[in-house]
């Protein structure tokens, strides 16, 4: 199974649809939460937001999805990826509650030639990231720098640096 993509790989316009989809709990939503010190109420407190917001019940944190899709899709955008240059933009559209299950999808906008390197080139991306019933969640754009095949070529091929088994 191939893991990412080649500059040469990557047409404009072509969508890459991820999968599988992630369930989002209530566990995933703490624990990012503590991880990155947002201890907002609205993430972490039923009381609050039950009887202050306007949602009536915790949201996932905007961040966890962004990670989310950006992590489904690097089989196929950024496996092979040498630097993500960039986030252009990111947008959370809708809100995400616990028990949701969000799916990703992301469609190639532009590719171009490295001009000082001729072995990568960017590959300009917008990933769209959706509920279980088609509600967008999420959108951001994004460049990444990508290797040519010839780059994967003298840096070992598919799988560069897997040692093979010795036997005993």
Request: hydrophobic share 30%; proline share 5%; aromatic share 10%.
């Amino acid at each position: 199974m191939q893991f990412g993509r080649y500059y040469e790989e990557f047409e404009v316009g072509a969508v890459y649809k991820h999968w599988p989809g992630k369930t989002v709990t209530e566990y995933d939503d703490h624990l990012f939460c503590l991880l990155t010190m947002n201890h907002h109420p609205l993430h972490m407190d039923v009381n609050y937001a039950e009887n202050t917001t306007d949602f009536g019940k915790n949201v996932v944190v905007g961040n966890y999805i962004y990670s989310l899709l950006l992590g489904m899709s690097v089989p196929d955008v950024s496996g092979k990826a040498i630097a993500n240059l960039e986030i252009e933009s990111l947008r959370h559209v809708k809100p995400t509650f616990h028990g949701d299950t969000i799916y990703g999808e992301t469609e190639v906008l532009d590719k171009t030639p490295s001009k000082s390197k001729d072995d990568r080139g960017v590959v300009y991306v917008e990933t769209r990231g959706y509920k279980q019933d088609g509600t967008v969640v999420c959108i951001f754009r994004r460049k990444v720098m990508v290797p040519k095949q010839s780059y994967g070529e003298a840096r070992g091929g598919e799988q560069p640096g897997r040692p093979e088994p010795v036997s005993n």
